[in-house]
């Protein structure tokens, strides 16, 4: 065997000036020589920490071993196998903190690049007409309601259709997919990737029900009286979160899920080809250090903005967002201001913002994130010119459901109650997860805790 | 997608749609809304609802014409259909036995203060009704909401119907006069309501007012909605659209309401040329 190459093969990506003026794929995917020999690093060690470092388990060697057999269609049958929406995990997975971070290889030189091969595969799949993967077992008979098509929803819903379940989404919006659709931008996770793996949950038997407010159309307590055995809830985040300073209904700030939700969504980037309008000046600000801020910033740069600023109230050490998006941002020329805070925003008499006063902080003592706390250093205020303002700082729970549905206990935050190891809620025949049982999270922890519900879901139908 | 039943063009500008929804026909309340989108390209409008036939399993929506997408709306006939009508949204009115409830309604709101009315009335309030319109021509529905009323003033800002004026001149003679008015209902334009308002707030009548901000998804998920109420940040699509309005900022809500004045203009602009040019 040749010597094991201690360096992962680097990933092709857009140039940072073109790729700032178009919304297309940053990450181009590798080629299939440029796959075969990352997929050759792979030292197929006993251990396997890598199955255990993924939330959904996919048996990450048996694909990588299939890939490099050039099976591709075996590759796909075992990546599928344990995971629905393998072309949105490749891309959007936080592999370093899961796969990746605990491949034997890393304790010598970099991990195997898990993620950019799983997209590999994914997207080989997409390009040639592939059938291995669709067998489901059995009817039983049995109807299962999903509430919410985003990661969590998907992925129960195909475990559970795999199974033989009788299996209806339930979608608020125009399309499915949830936070893939509205959240993430085209750039970083292309529509027609996550519709396609939409199609492929759809291909099991799934019915997916557009327009349909849970809590509204219809309540849960009714989904279950038409007769559906089981309800999934996964209807994901809610209201964003703001600061709660003064000017922050100026006009020119946004939540950071009005943003995206006008762009990726509604695809104000095409107005006025798409009817959905978006305002970006020139001089932009967005609030927070997570993926979802980069994600912001990274729009306003593509819709034109001469200068995009982050501000974050801590260092870049504690800055949420992946090293990968935080690389990418500052390549295409974002300017990150550390260990800064907004106090207010200023507007003129029209109503539109055109200030922002901050502050300068200082790191103190860790706090209960265990993160070193930032505190306010005396008379550092400054005011920085922005017209545009994109507070992007989270989202609290969506309260339709748990407000409507009578039995559902909620948490102070208003995230709904499970038992962790099945996603139970405390009311009869109800499972959730995702985001509306964590706050805010990753797509992978919200496929992991679907996955999780399905197998409790099946249990007790299976056991009725 | 969602068929079109029956259309009917109430005066030039405001139109009626008569629409195929049985989930939403079936939960409709007075006071509630929907999100529309017309087509792939389109965007998400809120729409009041104006009535619902649980048998005929419709939902009746009234608009005005005002840009691209209400226009294209406007051009949409029975048999036709829209991609997407989400709803019932919202809270519903809180409707209870007040006493004397008075109803104010300017311009096409009247299509959604007739349901309140009604429902008011068949909880036993006494019900006194105020229709304001900047003219004759545009009136309609006079005959609807006086069936619900006990009384019904109509004024008209130049006097060619009714009182000349505008609603807040009877609303305050019903405040000063003899009988005791519980709750005031006043649902319009952003102004009309500010002014109700700012006319019952010295009588201290409790005054309910349905708020119209830009939205986009309306099921409390993007914030454009926000509304400051008594100091308070509120979602219109989740915790309104029904609020305390001597607790309104109406200045605030004015400023973001005009946020996307320019692009509305030019999208109405764009399509009316494309129109002209096929």
């Known amino acids: ?464 | 997608m969602y068929q079109i039943v029956a259309k009917e063009d109430v005066t030039p500008q405001i139109h009626l749609l008569e629409i195929h929804a049985p989930d939403v026909a079936k939960k409709a309340q007075a006071g509630q809304f929907v999100v529309i989108r017309l087509d792939e390209k389109g965007e998400r409008i809120p729409l009041t609802i104006a009535d619902w036939n649980r048998q005929k399993r419709t939902v009746t929506v009234v608009f005005m014409e005002v840009g691209k997408t209400t226009r294209k709306l406007a051009n949409v006939k029975a048999g036709d259909s829209i991609a997407n009508f989400v709803g019932p949204l919202g809270r519903p009115t809180r409707i209870e036995k007040s006493g004397t409830v008075v109803c104010v309604a300017g311009g096409f709101a009247i299509a959604t203060i007739v349901p309140i009315a009604r429902a008011m009335k068949q909880a036993g309030n006494r019900v006194i009704s105020i229709m304001g319109f900047r003219t004759k021509a545009l009136m309609f529905w006079e005959d609807r909401l006086r069936r619900f009323s006990d009384q019904l003033i109509i004024t008209t800002d130049d006097g060619s119907y009714g009182r000349e004026g505008v609603v807040t001149v009877p609303l305050k003679e019903l405040l000063e006069g003899t009988q005791k008015i519980d709750r005031v209902i006043a649902i319009g334009p952003t102004v009309m309501m500010k002014f109700s308002s700012i006319t019952t707030l010295p009588f201290g009548v409790d005054t309910v007012v349905s708020l119209n901000p830009i939205m986009v998804d309306g099921t409390g998920m993007c914030g454009v909605c926000r509304v400051t109420v008594d100091g308070a940040v509120k979602f219109t699509c989740v915790d309104g659209p029904e609020f305390d309005g001597h607790k309104v900022d109406w200045d605030e809500l004015m400023a973001r309401q005009r946020t996307y004045l320019d692009e509305e203009k030019r999208s109405l602009e764009m399509w009316q040329q494309e129109q002209a040019g096929g």
């Open chain 1, 1 to 464: 065997m040749a010597k094991l190459d201690l360096n992962r093969v680097p990933m092709p990506k857009q140039e940072p000036e073109a790729r700032s003026e178009n919304y297309d794929e940053v990450a181009l995917g590798y080629s299939d020589e440029e796959a075969l020999a990352e997929a050759n690093r792979c030292i197929q060690c006993k251990k396997r920490p890598c199955v255990q470092g993924c939330p959904v388990g996919v048996d990450i060697p048996e694909f990588i071993d299939a890939l490099r057999n050039n099976d591709m269609p075996e590759a796909v049958r075992s990546l599928k196998a344990k995971n629905a929406l393998p072309g949105v995990c490749g891309r959007v997975c936080p592999q370093e903190t899961q796969c990746e971070e605990v491949c034997t290889l890393a304790k010598k030189g970099a991990p195997m690049a898990i993620g950019r091969l799983e997209r590999y595969v994914a997207d080989w799949e997409l390009n040639h007409q592939n059938d291995s993967n669709r067998e489901v077992a059995p009817a039983t008979g049995s109807r299962i309601a999903v509430v919410g098509s985003g990661p969590a929803g998907l992925t129960a819903a195909a475990d559970l259709a795999k199974r033989g379940h009788q299996v209806t989404i339930f979608e608020s919006l125009h399309v499915a997919g949830g936070v893939l659709m509205y959240g993430i931008p085209e750039f970083r996770l292309p529509k027609r990737i996550v519709q396609a793996e939409v199609d492929y949950v759809r291909s099991l038997g799934v019915e997916i029900k557009l327009d349909s407010v849970i809590g509204k159309t219809l309540t849960v307590d009714e989904l279950q009286e038409v007769g559906y055995d089981a309800v999934f809830l996964g209807t994901g985040a809610g209201l964003p979160m703001f600061l709660n300073i003064p000017g922050e209904n100026l006009n020119g700030v946004y939540s950071a899920n009005e943003f995206l939700t006008r762009i990726n969504l509604m695809k104000a980037y095409l107005f006025p080809e798409y009817d959905t309008p978006i305002k970006v000046g020139k001089k932009v600000a967005v609030i927070g250090g997570g993926n979802v801020a980069m994600d912001a910033a990274r729009c306003a740069v593509r819709l034109g903005a001469g200068e995009v600023h982050i501000v974050y109230r801590r260092s870049r050490n504690e800055m949420p967002a992946r090293l990968e998006e935080l690389e990418n941002a500052e390549e295409e020329g974002l300017i990150i201001n550390l260990l800064t805070n907004p106090l207010r925003f200023l507007g003129n008499d029209q109503g539109w913002v055109y200030g922002m006063e901050c502050i300068e902080m200082d790191l103190g003592e860790p706090d209960d994130s265990g993160r070193r706390q930032p505190m306010p250093r005396e008379g550092s205020d400054f005011i920085i010119d922005v017209d545009t303002v994109v507070v992007s700082l989270g989202t609290s729970p969506n309260p339709l459901v748990p407000s409507a549905t009578e039995g559902l206990n909620t948490t102070k935050r208003g995230t709904v109650i499970i038992d962790e190891g099945t996603g139970k809620t405390t009311k009869a025949k109800v499972w959730a997860g995702g985001d509306i049982v964590t706050g805010a999270a990753t797509v992978i922890s919200a496929m992991g805790a679907g996955k999780r519900a399905a197998a409790s879901i099946d249990a007790y139908l299976q056991g009725k």
